[in-house]
């Protein structure tokens, strides 16, 4: 789906498809440079960083494996409390492995940080977050993002993995919605 065909529900484009695949690009020849003879794990977390890990694994000149997690907060729809509930997690040991976590957004930062921990109790080498869209408030937090597309504001944004109402995750750009659309 492109961003013409939703162009109505939208308020802004903050980011086209092209702006995209350039930044995953730059990030890429980063993580090459970072993890040269290391073979990170990525692990994407569902459902929104699908497509951040398809394009992110096919910049890498370097060989990498993926795995997935799955997980959701406890608490209201609207207030995340920072403890997750694992609905999948990986199918691989992480044991002495580099961990490079992939993520579509960071906005408060709760998951983040509860699932690093989860994670550091298992033993990797190492552990690094990758994100294509931070908010704000994970700014405040001081939450780790090592490789981050973009800083972006705090509204509701869709597209590039992220939905609501589970649409527009296909949506080849990433846009606010326009608020006529959920209210
Ligand atoms: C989103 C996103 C992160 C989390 C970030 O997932 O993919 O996992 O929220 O929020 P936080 O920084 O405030 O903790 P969501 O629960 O919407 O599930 P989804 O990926 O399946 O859409």
New binding site residues.
Partial sequence: MKLDDVRADLSAVLFTEEHIETRIGELAAQIDQDYADKSPLLVG?????VMVMADLSRALSIHCEMDWMA???YGSGVA?S?VVRILKDMNTSIVDRHVLIV??????????SYLIENLKSRNPASIEVCAGFRKPE?VRNHVSVKYLGFDIPSDFVVGY???YAGRYRNLRGLGILSPKVYS
Avoid at 45 to 49: R, V
Avoid at 103 to 112: A, Q, Y
Wanted: aromatic share 0%.
């Fill in positions: 977390i569902l459902n929104g960083a997980i959701s907060s995340s920072g993520e579509d957004i960071v906005d408060t930062g709760l998951t983040l994970a993995g992220l939905d």
